[in-house]
């Protein structure tokens, strides 16, 4: 009865979205300089590991892989006042109905807001953005605590952007992470993460620039003085800005050190390494694109004891549009975590350093029936492998998604 109660649910959600789209020539509603643009999405998902679990629990005793159906209902809204020929105000949010159709338990609604300022003036622009998410992370096998965990988080960032001596543009800017989880039992995974820094450009062709940059990044753990650390990092790498040319984005890599606030017994107290952040889009033509995402940075796995560890990663992504409406994509990322102290593995019961490989592949295809409303069909394979057994798992998704918005 539950599951024949859901279908008609999903029924009616779908009926009301081509209702809506057949009821109005645009998403998008102008009154003088502001735009309303309603918002709606369901994706239908079926997750063959909802818990990314391995066959084997911490313990050694087997674990029963959970698959299920997940319905995910996401309307919003977003505002855009454009004001004074260059200037621009966004504000919006969405909320996201995440429904389980046998696991019920694992129902919950991930609810997103966000205000962004941008100024644009003549040597001079001004960005100003905050983000706001209250919602829950879900159940997964590097969770111990084999539940879901309530949490908020604010993002907030602001920076200048000063151009002078033609080729010259200097960059400062600063951003604040919030997260604070909200059951007593989480306390010494909340954190503050703030990031101050500087870049400096020069523009050595038309749509080219040399860039080098600093960052401070302090965190700070509301429950835990041992965790806390304080980050430097250098960069140096390439800016692309050609948006009607072949190729756009950055590329940079460096180096990064940190010193933990207090030192503690068998850890690596003073952390280092080579870092990269790499987001590079090329167009071979106006039907085909590819995307390279690259990175390497070091972090705090709060779901391990705040334990410390290198990330490396990579990933690719294709699309190429068959017709003006329909396309198709391919992907493929890496991503590596190193763990850089030792630490109990429950099943061998043994302490050693902990090394997770993860792989992802995806297809997926698309067609734009309007503009304003997007049809996709995609399946992905996550594989990760681990020198911890409990922690590795493979995972199969295939997700149906239809959304109404306005590009």
């Known amino acids: 009865m539950g599951l024949r109660w859901k279908s008609s649910c999903i029924g009616v959600v779908f009926c009301l979205l081509f209702c809506l789209v057949s009821s109005y020539a645009s998403a998008e509603i102008k009154v003088g300089n502001l735009k309303i643009i309603p918002e709606l999405s369901v994706s239908q998902i079926y997750d063959t590991n909802i818990y990314q679990n391995t066959t084997v629990a ?11 159906f997940i319905t995910i209902t996401t309307p919003g809204l977003r505002l855009i006042y454009d004001f004074g ?11 996201g109905i995440n429904n389980y159709w046998h696991y019920t338990r694992n129902d919950f609604g991930d609810y997103n807001g966000n205000a962004a300022l941008n100024l644009k003036f003549t040597n001079i622009d001004f960005d100003f953005g905050q983000t706001y998410q209250n919602s829950y992370m879900k159940r997964s096998n590097d969770d111990p605590t084999n539940r879901m965990r309530p949490f908020e988080s604010w993002n907030s960032n602001i920076s200048m952007a000063y151009k002078f001596a033609d080729r010259w543009k200097i960059k400062p800017f600063y951003t604040r992470l919030d997260q604070a989880f909200r059951s007593d039992l989480d306390r010494s995974q909340s954190y503050i993460k703030e990031t101050s820094g500087i870049s400096l450009f020069y523009r050595f062709t038309p749509r080219t620039s040399a860039l080098v940059e600093y960052n401070y990044v302090g965190k700070d753990f509301k429950n835990s003085d041992n965790s806390d650390h304080r980050d430097n990092i250098i960069y140096a790498g390439l800016s692309f800005y050609d948006p009607e040319g ?15 606030n207090h030192d503690v017994v068998n850890r690596e107290n003073k952390p280092k390494t080579w870092v990269m952040v790499g987001d ?3 167009a071979f033509s106006a039907y085909t694109n590819v995307a390279l995402n690259l990175g390497r940075y070091h972090d705090d796995d709060v779901d391990s004891g705040n334990a410390s560890y290198d990330v490396t990663s990579a990933g690719l992504t294709l699309q190429h ?3 003006q409406k329909i396309g198709g994509t391919g992907k493929v990322s890496y991503r590596q975590s190193d763990y850089l102290d030792a630490m109990k593995d429950n099943i061998e019961n043994q302490m050693k350093k ?11 295809a698309f067609y734009k029936i309007q503009k304003w409303l997007e049809a996709r069909l995609d399946y992905q394979y996550t594989t990760k492998d681990s020198n911890f057994q409990a922690y590795q798992y493979n995972e199969n998704k295939v997700m149906f998604k239809v959304s109404v918005t306005t590009p």
């Open 85 to 95: 020929g260059k200037h621009t105000f966004t504000l919006g949010g969405n909320v």
């Open 280 to 282: 590079l889009m090329y």
């Open 246 to 260: 072949k190729i756009n984005g950055d590329i940079k890599g460096g180096y990064a050190w940190a010193k933990y």
């Open 321 to 323: 549009l068959f017709t």
């Open 58 to 68: 911490a313990n050694g005793t087997p674990v029963d892989v959970r698959k299920d």
């Open 354 to 364: 902990r090394t997770d490989k993860t792989w992802d592949f995806g297809v997926g």
